[in-house]
């Protein structure tokens, strides 16, 4: 079971303070928190790359959170932000497909991770941009194999991409 | 879920130091000292206008300026939330103050076209001084604000730089007001709102790199 919002908030709040057993505690459970996370909108063979990420950017900002608000919405933050990152920054690769396994766990998703999800982002785009990112970025196909299967002319794929991404980068801390 | 040990974390517990969390007042108060100095070199530089305590501004003269700092402020406020990132929140408050802001320059061409006077800003010249000097006071309030950006995290760097501007630019233009003489509409609400403008373009385009993290 991966720790809650009290929990969190209460490892961190001694690892600002130094107690390195706290920290790795922490770690630990952000890590697991992240997997699942992330499991939705990031083909598995990247997540632990990405989730690497988030854990080395949570450790350079930690001065950031400030115990008098809540944390999963900070960890929420910084997971978006190098998410966002990270679509940039991917390619076509021969690991990308999405696997099936989050489908069986969805009953058991909380709360707090639905408001803050992924997913709550991928709303505020137009339907072109969201196929076009899902598609190239996420499934990785190519710009051209990705505008057959969009219907989109492949300008119009690379348009939307770089449209898209521009927005999520802008709705980060906006879209709940 | 299965455990599985991650080297990293070993590392960075094995890395963890004490720190002391950033706290919003503390941003303030960094931006509040920034605004004291920019006032204070104005003062030294130009001169306050003795206008406002005498009773001989415009009520125009309140009301542009009241407008300008309100905007400078609640767009720093926003920036230096921003440097402490969280899922769900918006910078609304902000942008209808912004929304409000344009009511001045609308105002001034609105005046002047149905004055049929838009040519006869003529006093350009006065009015390019107080654009070039307003954008150029809000130098301190950027350079602290981006300090602030670059201690955070902020998630949106685009949208940081984009208030950063805004903020530089209406603080500095309100500095820089209280030197200002000329109390029409047609001069503050073009020349003293035009650096709020050129301030966020000029954030948008070089804060963000300057604060990616």
Redo the contacts between chains.
Sequence with gaps: ??ADEPTFARLMTA???????A??VL??EA??WL?RYFRRRVPPAQIDDLV?DV???I?????????T??FL??L???A??RWVDHLRRVYRSSESELGDQDAADDNGEDAVLA??SLDRLFVQLTPAQCSAIELVKIKGLSVTEAAIQAGQSESLIKVNIHRGL?KL???????? | MAYRPNPLIAQLAGELEPVRPLRMRHGLAVVAVAIVLTIAAVALWQGLWSGPAKGHAAAIFFVANGLIALVGLASARTVVRMAAPRVGVRQDGARWLLAALAILPVTALLSAALKGAVGSYGHAADGLTCFIAGTASGVGVAAALIFWLRRGAPVAPNVAGFYTGVAAGALGSFAHGLSCPFDTIGHLGIWHVAPVAASAALGRLAVPVLIRW
């Design positions: 079971m991966i690892s600002q303070g130094g107690d390195r057993r920290y790795t770690l630990t890590q697991f997997e690497q854990l080395l950017s450790h350079a900002k930690r001065a950031t959170w400030d115990e608000r809540a919405p900070w929420a933050a910084i978006r932000y408001r803050m521009r980068s802008a709705l980060v801390e906006e879209a709940d």
